[in-house]
């Protein structure tokens, strides 16, 4: 079988797939069907997803279903959000980063996965967060958004640890951060002590902290001043590093309370004094 027989017919296969996208196991067993003499090893590439990752682009993965590969055209690939073009040109209608990764799954786990294999950038002019395929290449002036390292996620793990009253449980988490992959037993035994709940509002806070701060990075990187400081160059010199960094971290969680469920803010440690001083005002 010619290698252009089979793009041919993976490409017929999936344009016609009802519904789609089309799952990899299905578009194996047409192929399949339609000429057994397909293999994949005979054009260098391990299994059918090497195969359309390699020779036919016109092909991109959708997603997963369980653990099978979604496979969709790519004129046919849904938005992430709406066209930029749709967007009005005006401060209120900027999706603001930090709230496209608290609504949008896909943005918090590309940016969430150090390995994935998906780019995360900001359209210009708008602070729109768009999530692209390795194949996929950014407009001209997109920034890049680099996601979170691996040790920073360690990192979290580590502080949360140490925000434990209780040594027992302390000493049980700090043994699972030695494993290679260290948060699933992080993860069970988190689940066995009661503490699942009080996690993820720390990670989801720290993430978000993390994140905001890679918005900010990606900006000086690419020459552009922060949008979200708004600072005057006259004023720079008036205001200290932990200045930047204290306003900074009020605003992240600010926005990040606002998206919390009433149990979520209930399981939050706050010092009282802050509660009372509140009440008062």
């Known amino acids: 079988m010619e290698k252009f027989e089979a793009v041919s017919l993976i490409q017929k296969f999936v344009s016609e797939s009802s519904p789609s996208p089309i799952r990899g196991a299905k578009l194996a067993e047409a192929l399949k069907r339609a000429r057994q003499d397909f293999s994949a090893e005979v054009f260098g590439c391990r299994n059918l997803r090497q195969f359309i990752s390699k020779y036919v682009p016109e092909i991109v993965e959708e997603g997963k279903a369980g653990t099978d590969i979604l496979y969709r055209r790519r004129d046919q690939q849904q938005p992430l959000f709406d066209q930029r073009n749709t967007l009005r040109p005006t401060v209120e209608n900027r999706p603001?980063?930090?709230?496209?990764?608290?609504?949008?799954?896909?943005?918090?786990?590309?940016?969430?996965?150090?390995?994935?294999?998906?780019?995360?950038?900001?359209?210009?002019?708008?602070?729109?967060?768009?999530?692209?395929?390795?194949?996929?290449?950014?407009?001209?002036?997109?920034?890049?958004?680099?996601?979170?390292?691996?040790?920073?996620?360690?990192?979290?793990?580590?502080?949360?640890?140490?925000?434990?009253?209780d040594e027992g449980d302390r000493t049980s988490l700090l043994h699972t951060l030695d494993e290679p992959k260290w948060w699933l037993p992080y993860f069970d035994v988190l689940q066995n002590l009661g503490l699942k709940s009080r996690w993820i509002v720390y990670r989801r806070r720290r993430i978000a902290e993390a994140f905001e701060l890679a918005v900010l990075n990606s900006s000086a990187s690419?020459?552009?001043?922060?949008?979200?400081?708004?600072?005057?160059?006259?004023?720079v010199k008036d205001v200290s590093p932990n200045e930047l960094a204290g306003d900074l971290m009020r605003r992240v969680a600010s926005a990040v309370i606002l998206r919390l469920t009433e149990p979520e803010l209930r399981s939050l440690n706050l010092p009282l004094g802050y509660i009372m001083d509140a009440i008062q005002k």
Not at 123 to 149: C, F, T, Y
Not at 155 to 163: L, N, P, R, S
Request: aromatic fraction near 8%.
């Open 96 to 165: 603001a980063p930090l709230r496209q990764l608290l609504d949008h799954p896909r943005v918090w786990k590309t940016f969430a996965s150090p390995d994935s294999i998906y780019g995360l950038y900001i359209a210009p002019g708008s602070d729109q967060v768009r999530v692209l395929h390795p194949k996929d290449h950014p407009d001209p002036g997109w920034r890049e958004i680099k996601p979170i390292a691996a040790e920073t996620l360690k990192d979290i793990a580590k502080d949360f640890i140490q925000t434990l009253p």
């Open 222 to 235: 690419e020459g552009h001043a922060p949008q979200q400081t708004a600072v005057h160059q006259s004023d």
